[in-house]
């Protein structure tokens, strides 16, 4: 079983949906959670930031830590076709080594 | 914001010769840096942790003797693949991360724009 499962995609959702990206984890240690968005052939960018669990809002992204059940998800409200991504879900125990679940692929056609 | 910047950004070169990539800090000191590798369409698998001045820890399954890791200051650190072949083609990515490795709150990772790197 991986550490962090995540649905690899394609996702492809309308302009101006609602997306939910989830993934889910193994390790109870896990404390820092983290969510990235990468373009294609291009380094990960950090999207939302989350420590134990709870709700994090960040103009149309939202981050939910479930931790008892070991379960994250991002929203992302109002898409937009450049919201167009891979989002990589990722976690940590002392927020520097990262683990990663698989990404998925997101498409917002306008 | 801090910037990591990653040279080459991608480069070819046939089998057997060996190819260094530099990860830079631009506007922080970098006490730690990660050496990942991603494959296509698949997640980042981290390869090894950079602490500047002192050897690098790698993961397992990761060869040491053909992944060499230099953080020779807090500002750059460089991977270099030693007598690549084919199979080691891939996306190299490096992230830093400013302040000790535990300290408290979140030292967020920065990730550099990554490297890919083809064998012939």
């Known amino acids: 079983q991986k550490e962090v499962e995540q649905d690899p995609g394609p996702l492809s959702v309308p302009e101006g949906a609602i997306v939910s990206l989830n993934c889910t984890y193994s390790?109870?240690?896990?404390?820092?959670f983290m969510w990235y968005r990468q373009y294609s052939r291009k380094g990960p960018e950090l999207l939302m930031y989350?420590?134990?669990?709870g709700n994090k809002e960040d103009g149309r992204f939202t981050a939910q830590v479930d931790k008892s059940s070991k379960y994250i998800s991002l929203f992302i409200r109002d898409s937009q076709p450049s919201d167009s991504a891979t989002y990589l879900c990722a976690m940590s125990k002392y927020g520097n080594k990262l683990v990663f679940g698989a990404g998925t692929i997101l498409r917002v056609k306008s | 914001g801090a910037v990591v910047s990653q040279h080459p950004s991608r480069v070819i070169c046939k089998s057997g010769t060996s190819v260094k990539i530099e990860c830079r800090s631009l506007?922080?000191?970098?006490?730690?840096m990660f050496w990942y590798r991603q494959f296509p369409k698949k997640s980042l698998m981290l390869m090894a942790t950079s602490n500047e001045g002192s050897k690098a820890t790698y993961e397992q399954g990761v060869e040491k003797d053909k992944f060499l890791i230099n953080h020779a200051s807090l500002t750059l650190s460089t991977l270099t693949v030693t007598s690549a072949h084919p199979e080691d083609s891939s996306f190299y990515i490096c992230?830093?991360?400013?302040?000790?490795?535990?300290?408290?709150?979140?030292?967020?990772?920065?990730f550099g724009a990554g490297s890919r790197l083809t064998v012939l």
């Open positions: 390790n109870s240690a896990f404390q820092y």
């Open positions: 989350t420590y134990s669990s």
């Open positions: 506007d922080f000191q970098a006490t730690t």
């Open positions: 992230s830093a991360l400013a302040g000790g490795p535990f300290s408290s709150g979140a030292n967020v990772l920065t």
